[in-house]
């Protein structure tokens, strides 16, 4: 099994920064992509962004080009969503998913495994 620790949400204005982090815990070296989702009241669950361990480039969607940046740091087996110049419409629930396929997908159900959220929330 492999469980996945979020952390790093909160208020903040537009144009403010946070960067959110997802654990990898118990058996983190079955995984070999990870994506960012984000659900917002009444929307359905979102890709925000993905990393494959297989050297691909990180996938965003295009709303968060540009001001997003999602990394991995491998000894500590954490991976990273760096949110700049953040704007009301990113309010949203933040899930880190995670998987065994060496795709990062944009898709949710290509997804083994879960977080539980962090709530990001920007007042205009």
């Known amino acids: 099994q492999v469980q996945l620790a979020e952390s790093g949400g909160g208020l903040v204005q537009a144009g403010d920064s946070l960067r959110l982090s997802c654990a990898l815990l118990g058996r983190a070296f079955e995984i070999n992509s990870v994506g960012w989702f984000r659900e917002a009241p009444g929307k359905e669950r979102a890709f925000v962004s993905g990393?494959?361990?297989?050297?691909?480039?990180?996938n965003y969607t295009d709303s968060v080009k540009g001001r997003f940046t999602m990394s991995r740091d491998n000894l500590n087996n954490t991976v990273y969503l760096q949110m700049n110049s953040l704007k009301p419409e990113d309010t949203a629930v933040y899930f880190c998913?995670?998987?065994?396929?060496?795709?990062?997908?944009?898709?949710?159900?290509?997804?083994?495994?879960w977080g539980q959220g962090t709530q990001v929330t920007v007042s205009s």
């Open positions: 990393i494959s361990w297989s050297g691909q480039p990180t």
């Open positions: 998913a995670a998987s065994r396929s060496h795709e990062a997908e944009i898709y949710p159900r290509a997804y083994d495994y």
